[in-house]
Nanobody, 123 residues
């Protein structure tokens, strides 16, 4: 069983920054990609960003491109999401996920999920 543990969430003012971390109990190189998703109250879980196992390829949803940066440290089996210029609409529970197969943009492509970390951006 793989465990993914997110940390780094919290309350921040609009325009501020946060860095989320996701520590994996299994070598992250074993997964084809790692991703971040988020879910706001009353909304479906949505794709935020993903990174290939090598780190050579990154993917972002259009609303965060240029503000968020995904990275990984395979030596530490950890994936990061640096979030800058945060907006109130970024408020959500953020989930880390390990990709099995399929599209990086779809939740169905990910086999393992963390418990989530709350990010709240005040205006």
């Amino acid at each position: 069983q793989v465990q993914l543990v997110e940390s780094g969430g919290g309350l921040v003012q609009a325009g501020g920054s946060l860095r989320l971390s996701c520590a994996s109990s299994r070598r992250t190189m074993n997964f084809s990609a790692m991703g971040w998703f988020r879910q706001a109250p009353g909304k479906e879980r949505e794709f935020v960003a993903a990174i290939s196992w090598s780190g050579d390829n990154t993917y972002y949803t259009s609303s965060v491109r240029g503000r968020f940066t995904i990275s990984r440290d395979n030596a530490k089996d950890t994936v990061y999401l640096q979030m800058s210029n945060l907006k109130p609409e970024d408020t959500a529970v953020y989930y880390c996920a390990a990709k099995d197969s399929g599209s990086v943009y779809e939740t169905s492509g990910y086999r393992y999920w963390g418990q989530g970390t709350q990010v709240t951006v005040s205006s």
